[in-house]
C-alpha cells in the first residue's frame, strides 16, 4: 500500500490547479502520475517542461524509447500509459510488446534507437560501443545520441516517482513480458 495519495485539484498548488485545467483541457483527465507530481509545487511544471522539450526524436520515436526505457525499469504505470499512447502513435500491439524488449525487427532504425534506450538504461549509461555504432549506421547522429540519453532521463524520473509512490495505474494495465510470452 502506497503512503502516497493522488491529490485533488483542491489540494495542490495555485499553479499546480491551472496545469491540472490545462490536462483536463489537453487530455481529458489528469493521470495520476502527473497528479503526484503536484505534492511539489515546482515538480509537475518542471516535468512537463522537461518531457515537452524540443527534441531531434519524432513522437513515435520517443514511444521507442520510453516502452524500453519503462521495461527495463519495470514500471507497470509507464509501460501502461506508454503502451496506449504507442497505439495512438500507430504501433501494434505484437509491435509495443518488441519494443518493450528493446527490439524493433520490423524497423532497423527504431530496432537501433530500441536497443540504445534499453542498452543506455541498463547500463546506467555506460553503453556499448557497439550499439552506438549501429545507431548512429542507422541513420542517427550524435545529437540524437544525446536526445535520447535526455528522454531515458525524462522516463526514469517518472518510472522512479511510480516506483516510490506506487499510486493507482490509471491506464489499461498491461502485463508482465514474461506472461505475454515475450
Known amino acids: ?15 499546480n ?9 489537453a487530455v481529458g483527465f489528469v493521470p495520476n502520475l502527473y497528479a503526484t507530481y503536484a505534492h511539489s ?8 517542461n522537461f518531457s515537452n522539450a524540443k527534441t531531434s526524436l519524432s513522437a513515435k520515436e520517443k514511444e521507442v524509447v520510453n516502452l524500453a526505457v519503462s521495461e527495463v525499469n519495470q514500471c507497470v504505470y509507464c509501460l501502461s500509459a506508454h503502451t496506449a499512447i504507442g497505439k495512438m502513435n500507430g504501433f501494434t500491439d505484437e509491435q509495443i510488446l518488441e519494443l518493450r524488449s528493446g527490439k524493433a525487427s520490423f524497423d532497423n532504425k527504431l530496432d537501433a534507437l530500441a536497443q540504445l534506450a534499453k542498452n543506455i538504461t541498463e547500463n546506467r549509461g555506460a ?7 549501429n545507431f548512429l549506421s542507422a541513420g542517427y547522429t550524435k545529437g540524437s545520441i544525446v536526445d535520447v540519453i535526455s528522454l531515458v532521463g525524462d522516463k526514469t524520473i517518472s518510472n522512479y516517482l511510480h516506483k516510490t ?11 508482465p513480458l514474461s506472461l505475454v510470452g515475450v
Open 1 to 15: 500500500m502506497s503512503t502516497f495519495n493522488v491529490p485533488k485539484r483542491e489540494e495542490v498548488s495555485e499553479n
Open 17 to 25: 490547479q491551472a496545469i491540472f485545467d490545462h490536462l483536463e483541457k
Open 41 to 48: 509545487n515546482t515538480a509537475l511544471e518542471n516535468y512537463l
Open 127 to 133: 553503453t556499448d560501443q557497439a550499439v552506438i555504432e
Open 165 to 175: 509512490t506506487n499510486v493507482p495505474v490509471d491506464f489499461p494495465v498491461v502485463e
